[in-house]
Each structure stands twice: as structure tokens, then as C-alpha cells.
């Protein structure tokens, strides 16, 4: 038995990639352990540099610090997500000049380093007498790079779907701003949610470069933190904890994403056996009067 991409593996197969699969995750478990015992050994667990945590003026800072990194997300990710909107509708338009110059900018911010354009816009702009605070550099450096990236997603999204759907919606005398909005954009949205929800879960990560221009995020109050000597410079503890602050905060937008896509897949659920049960008394009630 095979399937499109490669052969079924029969029953030694799969009891061999189960104790590979085991091997793995032991290794793996090893590693994690062995390294857990070395910061213990090394005195990172010990009370002292845990210290930090009961202070409330450092609670205050560090909720301070996660609410730039967060007010930093949400700008970007707004403004990406129309940066790319406008560029995939460019790279998908017809005129060759607004399809090659959507082209030439996504091709140029996808190849250029974030932390670059950081620089760029922070320190090389103000030798032309154009300055911008931290946050605007930080923002306009996440749109333009992730904005690039959600534009291929976004038209690679309405490309997958049948030239059908198009034809059709022309067929009924849509025009091309309509067929895009109501017919392809509904449908291609379903399909290109998991990828963007991947690629917001990378901005939000990528906030972090703004410690780099001296940007009040997160990632800039753990390293300031972490060299204070009157808490033994608890660098690794500090490390741990804003850690486990960008996991949670990945994995509630995470949530949020499955949680809206549920939501959409029950309501047109709802609204197809609705309109099945419509179609079942309309029948019958045509036919009667025939």
C-alpha cells in the first residue's frame, strides 16, 4: 500500500520509527536534564537569586515592559497586515505597473535583515535630518519585513483557490474589486489562517530586537535586570521567566486563532444546514403546485 508522497510503512516500520521516536524524546529529556542540573549546580536555582521576583516595584516594570512589547505587536501586526493586503493586490493586478513595482518591494524588504532596517531607521535616517523615536523604528521595521511575508501568503492564498469561483462571480457581472472582497478573500482567508497566525507568532518574537536601539520592551528590562549585582546578577533566572512570559503570551495568540476558526467553521455549519433545511420545504411546497 502507498500513498502520493511515499510508501506506507508496514508493521517493522512503524516499530522501528516508535523506538526512534522514543530514543528521541529520552535524548532529548537527557539534554534538558543535564543542562537543568548544571544551572543547579551552578547555584541558579538557589533562593537568593530568586529574589527579585518579591519586589513590586519590579512586578511594575516588568508589566510595564510587556505592555510595550505588546503595544508594539499590535501596530505592527495592523500595519503589516495592510502593508501586505495592498501589496498582494498589487502583485495580483493585471497593470504591469502596479505589479512590478508591488513585486520589486516585496522581493527587496523579504531580503533585508530586520535588525538592519531597525538600524537603518533609527540611526542611519538621522543623518538625512529624519528622526524617529524607538517605537516608530521598531514598528515600520516590523510592517515593512512582515508585512512582505504575509503579502506572498496572501496572494499565494488566492491563488490556490479554482479559477471558478472568479469566473463565476464575473459571470453574474461582478466587478473585479467585488470578486476579490466577497467572493476570493472569504475563502482564501480559511485557508491562509494557520500561516498567518505562524507568522504573527514570529513578530511578536521579533519585538525583541528593539532592545537593540534601547526600546523599553521586554527583552531590554531582562537584560537590565539580569546585570543587577545587588540581586547576584540573576541572569539566567531572568532569562527562565521572560521565557515563560513570551510562551504564554505565543500561545494565547495561538488560542485566539483556533478559537476564531472554530467560531467560523460553526457558523457556516450552521448556515449550510440552514439553508438545507430551506431547500427541503421549498422543494416539496414547488412541487405541490405543480
Not at 19 to 39: D, T
Not at 54 to 60: A, D, G, L, M, P
Not at 227 to 255: A, D, H, S
Amino acid at each position: 500500500m502507498s500513498n502520493v508522497l511515499f510508501d506506507v510503512p508496514g508493521p517493522k516500520a512503524r516499530f522501528r520509527h516508535q523506538v526512534l521516536a522514543v530514543v528521541g524524546v529520552l535524548g532529548v529529556a537527557g539534554i534538558i536534564g543535564f543542562i537543568g542540573f548544571r544551572f543547579y549546580d551552578s547555584g541558579q536555582f538557589e533562593p537568593k537569586m530568586w529574589e527579585w521576583l518579591q519586589y513590586t516595584t519590579i512586578q511594575e516594570q516588568l508589566l510595564k515592559s510587556v505592555g510595550a512589547t505588546l503595544k508594539a505587536f499590535a501596530v505592527g501586526a495592523v500595519c503589516a497586515m495592510v502593508f501586505g493586503a495592498v501589496l498582494a493586490a498589487g502583485k495580483l493586478s493585471e497593470h504591469a505597473f502596479l505589479r512590478g513595482p508591488a513585486t520589486f518591494v516585496v522581493e527587496i524588504f523579504r531580503a533585508v535583515p530586520l535588525l538592519i532596517m531597525i538600524f537603518f531607521f533609527y540611526f542611519g535616517l538621522p543623518a538625512i535630518d529624519i528622526k524617529m523615536s524607538q517605537f516608530t523604528a521598531v514598528v515600520l521595521g516590523l510592517t515593512l519585513y512582515n508585512g512582505s511575508v504575509l503579502a506572498e501568503v496572501f496572494r499565494a492564498g488566492v491563488m490556490s483557490l479554482p479559477r471558478g469561483q472568479a469566473e463565476a462571480a464575473y459571470a453574474l457581472g461582478m466587478r473585479k474589486t467585488q470578486v476579490m472582497t466577497l467572493v476570493l478573500l472569504p475563502q482564501a482567508l480559511r485557508v491562509m489562517l494557520p500561516t498567518i497566525i505562524s507568522q504573527l507568532v514570529v513578530l511578536l518574537k521579533d519585538t525583541a530586537l528593539g532592545f537593540i536601539i534601547n526600546y523599553e520592551e521586554l527583552l531590554y528590562y531582562a537584560k537590565f535586570l539580569g546585570g543587577q549585582g545587588q540581586f547576584g546578577r540573576p541572569l539566567v533566572p531572568v532569562t527562565i521567566v521572560v521565557g515563560i512570559i513570551y510562551v504564554i503570551m505565543c500561545l494565547l495568540l495561538t488560542w485566539l486563532a483556533v478559537t476564531l476558526e472554530k467560531r467560523n467553521r460553526r457558523n457556516k455549519k450552521i448556515k449550510t444546514n440552514g439553508t438545507k433545511k430551506l431547500d427541503d420545504v421549498a422543494i416539496p411546497a414547488a412541487a405541490q403546485s405543480l
